[in-house]
């Protein structure tokens, strides 16, 4: 197996870094392990140095995705693997993502299996997203927002511009890598319940993940999403106007608000698929 730089971006993570870090080292004595501190208040960058990865610390708390771009940085092998520093994900399963990699795949995600998710609602949420990608590229999508995954460094890297600094860089990379034609392999995984405290706030980071919707559709074919949307409201302004039609024989002001937002919104989709274009003209 050729060399890996392993990233685990972590927030007061004291619990468990250590161990995880521990047990990478123990199984692939030759990775390069980078723990990315991102303003933690506890003794996690001091844990996970101790343990053998390399540190870089955050002077304060700057997001996960932001902590995945520090890491991507520093990263000196040709493969990356992502992972999270909170016991959730199993090092021994780095093995199988780093072994797809070098068949020619370009990125490899641990798909979560039944029972791997954090709760019921969690599962739900997740599964509407992997639905919608899998509408949005015309490729089955198991796993759109899982964090455990091995990517090549030079095409990770060419989309570090466009990842956010919170916690939906996973949506992010994954759309850009299909947008750009790489290569999208999914493998099963079975994730533990996560030690210590999530750093998720359900209602704050509940209409986060919401946008993800959006951004599944502005990443990788705009029309896709608007179309739909603009048919929609087409759809109404005719049934609107057959009605006003047959009971008052005339043309409403409800009819053409109706046909004008569906060509709006049609036009909007035209105008961010151009942009979208111009995002991966270079990939």
């Keep these: 197996m050729c060399k890996f730089t392993v990233i685990l971006p972590a927030k007061n993570e004291a619990e468990t870094v250590s161990g995880v870090v521990k047990k990478i080292v123990g199984i692939y004595p030759n990775a390069e392990v980078i723990v990315v501190n991102d303003g933690s208040s506890d003794d996690t960058a001091v844990l996970a140095s101790a343990a053998g990865a390399t540190v870089i610390s955050h002077p304060y708390s700057k997001g996960n995705g932001a902590s995945i771009k520090t890491g991507a940085r520093a990263a000196t092998s040709d493969i990356i693997v992502f992972m999270d520093a909170d016991g959730q994900h199993d090092p021994a399963d780095i093995e199988g993502l780093v072994a797809e990699i070098e068949c020619g795949y370009d990125l490899v995600v641990g798909a979560r299996q039944v029972g791997s998710q954090a709760s019921f609602g969690r599962g739900l ?105 603009a048919a929609m409201f087409f759809m109404f302004g005719f049934v609107w106007y057959g009605y006003t039609f047959y009971t008052m024989t005339r043309f409403t002001n409800m009819s053409a608000l109706l046909f004008t937002s569906g060509f709006i919104l049609f036009m909007m989709g035209l105008i961010s698929e151009q942009i979208t274009s111009l995002m991966y003209k270079n990939s």
């Design 125 to 229: 949420a997740n599964g509407f997203y992997n639905k919608l990608a899998t509408y949005m590229t015309g490729h089955r999508v198991e796993d759109l927002t899982s964090g455990f995954r091995a990517v090549r460094a030079n095409k990770f890297k060419e989309f570090l511009y466009l990842l956010p600094n919170g916690f939906s860089y996973p949506t992010t990379s994954t759309m850009a890598f299909f947008r750009a034609g790489y290569s999208v392999k999914y493998l099963p995984i079975h994730a533990a319940q996560r030690e210590g405290k999530s750093h998720i706030k359900p209602l704050k980071d509940g209409v986060r993940f919401l946008l993800i919707i959006f951004k599944v559709g502005t990443l990788y074919s705009p029309l896709k999403l608007f179309t739909p949307a």
